[in-house]
């Protein structure tokens, strides 16, 4: 369904290295800079960041979140800690397992450097 995931940053360089730490607990190699943009490529899909071609400041989506998936509690927990490590604020509930209607997942929450919310996500078999 999707192509790619871009979010937007104030701070080429500083992305990049809060997404590279992120993205190294998930296997994903560091992040190729393209001019005003990084991307990180995995089997699964393409994530971006990019400073606003329009030249007005990048800000978060307010309610918006990307959501990464995980093969384990422990990948979660590693991509949580390295993104605390990168610059990143833990947000909402510790991470943990969550139930509800879509079944049994383990989560944790992060805002990046600018304030774009994460989330990474095992689901349960």
Known sequence: MFSHIMVGTNDLDRAKAFYDATF??????????????????????VFSASLPIDGQPACHANGGTVGFACASPEQVDAWHAAGLTAGGVSIEDPPGVREGPTGRMYLAYLRDPDGNKLCGLYRYP
């Open 24 to 45: 190294a607990a998930l296997g994903v190699n560091p992040g190729f800079v393209d001019r005003h943009r990084v991307f990180w490529r995995s089997p699964t899909g």
